[in-house]
């Protein structure tokens, strides 16, 4: 019996990137044709790192060319979409805001617009996140908190999300939302982010800085469970009651900076190494986690991953990693 994804025609915006190269991984190992939008085709992006180059059809292009979008979905028949590129770090974000607001927004727009213009999409994901919640009275985030993100990237994720949602509105587009927490797993090559870089440090005998003064909590959730929300919710867009729908995706178990560094030193073996707290972070907010019961009842997903062992599996990742280097 042919799984769902077998010979679908899949467009992915950001398998260049971390998780949206997980998402095409595993949609690859499922049959699907995959097709991937590269602005920058250089060695060493994400779907190299799990040798997917030769197995997924590139487009090279701009999420900012409305006509390159049209041209991709029209010429490979896509029927599935995954909008999961974004500027995603969030001291960029601050520094350059303007350049966020072009890929995150503009962006979203574009491939939206793109889907609305072609009969043959019947599903389209678009990756919002927890950050579009903004700083909230009340825990944990439910779909129904209001968007009060303010800071440049927490903005342009509520801007892409609600965007999303009115194409729906609108134009009856077969959209939904992902709203994930802090995703984290081998291949994060972005080393300005919390647990990869923690591990580098502890790799190399360096000392380990936190930004923050360690006590904001975060959820972190394994990437697999990660690509695992998305494969499951683009396949119950088939059920037209979840179009225009917002997820949450996370573990529901949030944890400090210091605690999940303690965690990932004892892993390594280092279980006496302290890490050095700047106290220097900006635009921080105190405590972010999710409540997924929505996607537990509707999509009959729930995370399968402990912190622990999604922690282990990286670690792994990132020692074979920088061996082979």
Known sequence: MKNFWEEKKVFITGADGFIGSWVAKELVEKKAKVVALVRDLKPGLGFDLHGLRDRITIVNGDLADLKVLQRALNEYEIDSVFHIAAQ??????????????????????????ACRLNDSIQRIVVASSDKAY????????????????????DASKACADILARSYFATYGLPVAVTRNANTFGGGDMNFSRIIPDAIKCLIDGKKFAIRSDGTPERDYMYVKDASNAYLA??????????????????????????????K??????????????????RNEIDTQYLS????????????????????????EWYRKFFKSK
């Open 292 to 315: 997924i019961s929505k996607a537990k009842k509707l999509l009959g997903w729930q995370p399968k991953y402990s912190l622990e062992k999604g922690l282990m599996e990286t670690i």
């Open 88 to 113: 995603a770090i969030v001291g960029i974000a601050n520094k350059s805001p303007l350049s966020t607001f072009e890929s995150n927004i503009k962006g979203t727009w574009n491939i939206l617009e």
């Open 233 to 262: 919710l683009g396949k119950a867009l088939d059920r037209k009651e979840l179009h225009g729908e917002a997820f949450n995706f996370g573990t529901e178990r949030p944890v400090s900076v210091v605690e999940l560094f303690k």
């Open 134 to 153: 903004g700083a909230q009275k009340q825990l944990p985030y439910t779909e129904e908190s209001p968007l009060l993100g303010i800071y440049p990237y």
């Open 264 to 281: 990932i030193s004892s892993l390594m073996g280092k279980p006496n190494e302290q890490p050095e707290i700047l106290g220097q972070a």
